[in-house]
């Protein structure tokens, strides 16, 4: 083989920063030149100037929440639509009108939303069968307790008691942590209907049940009841009387009024809520459907 075929073979050895010449092309490639390792280093970055330290954080302090997180909490609306309220001046905490946001409060403050007592604490409603010797009023005599002993349990919601019983009447009393349906069931015109079965010393004169029926004048009121008869397959002392009011010293008075001493009093409905598989001295959460019942009563 001759050196010319060889050569033809080789790549060419004219280059000029890496390309050869090509005789068919109408003038020089393009000169693509290699990086120098004399190319200029990029500058180094500045070092930034020292930050001022920042000032601490004040500790959060656990037994205080944002008023926005305290009404959100409560039910009534949320944080978004808190914040409305407090820059329009509509919530109050311990009396103050309160329009700051951010504003903290403690757990025992007192806090209005729109102009009612409100909680942070998700809504419950117990529902008890009250024995004996429990009141509302925690009185100190011998024997006697007060009713949230019996639901102190129950959950940790900060529950009260819907009306007044005191440690000889029975029966049905509701506890919850929502102010509005404790102020619902305390005012004097209300419209639910409780039923109580109420033990007398001696026999109810006919004349007497009529005009409990009429109605009575007690303390200058006019006092009425819905519905008063005598219990069936039961002596004549022992008598059922259907009332709006959920205060026991009135149907006491009632009685005590006309001469008679009121032995016992069990209070077997309450705003349709009745002791149906409650056992004396139980208790049980309202189902939701009951709870929209008693908010619509």
């Not at 409560?74 to 009396?95: E, L, P, T």
């Amino acid at each position: 083989m001759s050196r010319q075929g060889n050569d033809k073979s080789r790549p060419g050895s004219a280059r000029q920063g890496g390309y050869k010449k090509d005789s068919n092309s109408r003038g020089n490639a393009p000169i693509r030149k290699a990086p120098s390792k004399f190319a200029t280093k990029p500058e180094a970055a500045k070092p930034e100037a020292p930050k001022a330290p920042k000032s601490p954080k004040r500790p959060s302090n656990p037994d205080e929440i944002r008023l926005n997180r305290y009404i959100s909490n409560s039910g009534m609306c949320s944080r978004r639509d808190a914040d409305i309220y407090i820059q329009s001046g509509n919530v109050k905490v311990n009396g103050e009108v309160i329009t700051e946001m951010g504003h903290r409060v403690k757990l025992t403050d007192v806090v209005q939303f729109d102009g009612v007592n409100i909680t942070p604490e998700k809504k419950e409603y117990i529902l008890l069968n009250k024995p004996k010797n429990f009141s509302t009023a925690g009185d100190d005599s011998p024997g006697s307790a007060n009713v949230l002993d019996l639901v102190r349990n129950a959950t940790k919601a900060n529950l009260m008691p819907v009306g007044r019983m005191d440690k000889t009447t029975t029966g049905l009393l509701l506890f919850t942590n929502d102010t509005e349906m404790v102020q619902k069931f305390t005012v004097p015109n209300q419209r639910s209907s409780k039923v109580y079965q109420v033990s007398l010393d001696k026999n109810l004169k006919f004349e007497d049940l009529e005009k409990i029926q009429k109605g009575l004048m007690i303390d200058d009121h006019k006092v009425f009841v819905e519905e008063i008869t005598y219990i069936e397959d039961q002596p004549k002392s022992e008598i059922g009387i259907k009332m709006k009011t959920s205060n026991v010293k009135v149907v006491r008075k009632i009685f005590e009024h006309l001469k008679y001493d009121v032995l016992k009093v069990d209070r077997v409905t309450f705003a349709g809520l009745t002791k149906k598989n409650l056992p004396r001295g139980d208790w049980r959460f309202l189902t939701e459907q009951e709870i929209i019942n008693l908010k619509n009563s």
